[in-house]
Nanobody, 124 residues
């Protein structure tokens, strides 16, 4: 059983940056593919970025490439999401997720474990 705890959200002005962290416990972190998703009010949860076990590969929502970067530190049992040049449309609750499958997982249903989320609000 893996527990995930996100942190790093907050209120930021458009054009600003944030770094989200997701700390994992209760499992062997390096054995899990990790992902970040977000959900804005009234919208479905959407894929943001994913990273394979051991960080061998990454994938991003096409429209976010170049602004968001996912990384992991297996020694710290933590996955990060760097958000740059933020836009008001990025306002959402950001969730991290984990699963033991191989590859980059881009669909919410592929993940077994979820954090509680962290709110990101971007003001114009």
């Amino acid at each position: 059983q893996v527990q995930l705890l996100e942190s790093g959200g907050g209120l930021v002005q458009a054009g600003g940056s944030l770094r989200l962290s997701c700390a994992a416990s209760g499992g062997t972190f390096s054995r899990y593919a990790m992902g970040w998703f977000r959900q804005a009010p009234g919208k479905e949860r959407e894929f943001v970025a994913g990273i394979t076990r051991l960080g061998k590969g990454t994938s991003y929502k096409d429209s976010l490439k170049g602004r968001f970067t996912i990384s992991r530190d297996d020694a710290m049992n933590t996955v990060y999401l760097h958000l740059n040049n933020l836009e008001p449309e990025d306002t959402a609750v950001y969730y991290c997720a984990a699963d033991a499958k191989w590859g980059v997982l881009t669909v919410p249903g592929e993940y077994d474990y979820w954090g509680q989320g962290t709110q990101v609000t971007v003001s114009s």
